[in-house]
T-cell receptor, first 117, second 113 residues
Framework: EAQVTQNPRYLITVTGKKLTVTCSQNMNHEYMSWYRQDPGLGLRQIYYSMNVEVTDKGDVPEGYKVSRKEKRNFPLILESPSPNQTSLYFC????????????????FGPGTRLTVL | SQKIEQNSEALNIQEGKTATLTCNYTNYSPAYLQWYRQDPGRGPVFLLLIRENEKEKRKERLKVTFDTTLKQSLFHITASQPADSATYLCALYVKTSYDKVIFGPGTSLSVIP
């Protein structure tokens, strides 16, 4: 089944304790992205990746890191989480970059609900 | 400033009626606009994409219009069903310092049996 998976689905942690949220897609998609969703603010892009070893900042990158060593995986790293990073996080992938003619949709993962105390 | 607005209030309609959701934007010139559906606790699911040179697009009971002069998209669900109850997100593709898709805050739709 074509899908985007994320782990963990739920995480409660404490300020300053490094964590990684994994994301994997099995559709051979080139473009991957991380979003956070907060009430009233909609989805905001954190980082995106055009392909392996190519990543760039989105709208709200502060406090986050990413890597893209393999095409299928795009982990999100919080080196020193803070309470303002409490949010619902989504990983998404698409066959091509949103600016290409062949682009149609992003496939989203099920989400990771993170609470930082 | 640039912003995307959707119906600020939740929308409640009777089963069988047509639901109309609004997406308004300011200070953007999107090449295309998308609509996604999101159920509680789940990721958004793509529904439709409409490009700037298209006025209307349909898919089964769904219809989307795109008016670049009014800077507005309307999303219609005809013969609505309780299973259509969800939050609907509009998203614009814009070219700024980098290409990106920007999401609106969403509209919650409840279809009452």
């Amino acid at each position: 089944e074509a899908q985007v998976t994320q782990n963990p689905r739920y995480l409660i942690t404490v300020t300053g304790k490094k964590l990684t949220v994994t994301c994997s897609q099995n559709m051979n998609h080139e473009y991957m992205s991380w979003y956070r969703q907060d009430p009233g603010l909609g989805l905001r892009q954190i980082y995106y990746s055009m392909n392996v070893e190519v990543t760039d900042k989105g709208d709200v990158p502060e406090g986050y890191k990413v890597s893209r060593k393999e095409k299928r995986n795009f982990p999100l790293i919080l080196e020193s989480p803070s309470p303002n990073q409490t949010s619902l996080y989504f990983c998404a992938s698409s066959f091509s970059h949103p600016g290409t003619v062949s682009y149609n949709e992003q496939f989203f993962g099920p989400g990771t609900r993170l609470t930082v105390l | 400033s640039q912003k995307i607005e959707q119906n600020s209030e939740a929308l409640n309609i009777q089963e069988g009626k047509t639901a109309t959701l609004t997406c308004n934007y300011t200070n953007y010139s999107p090449a295309y606009l998308q609509w996604y559906r999101q159920d509680p606790g789940r990721g958004p699911v793509f529904l439709l994409l409409i490009r700037e040179n298209e006025k209307e697009k349909r898919k089964e009971r769904l219809k989307v219009t795109f008016d670049t002069t009014l800077k507005q998209s309307l999303f219609h669900i005809t013969a609505s069903q309780p299973a259509d109850s969800a939050t609907y997100l509009c998203a614009l593709y814009v070219k700024t310092s980098y290409d990106k898709v920007i999401f609106g805050p969403g509209t919650s739709l409840s279809v009452i049996p």
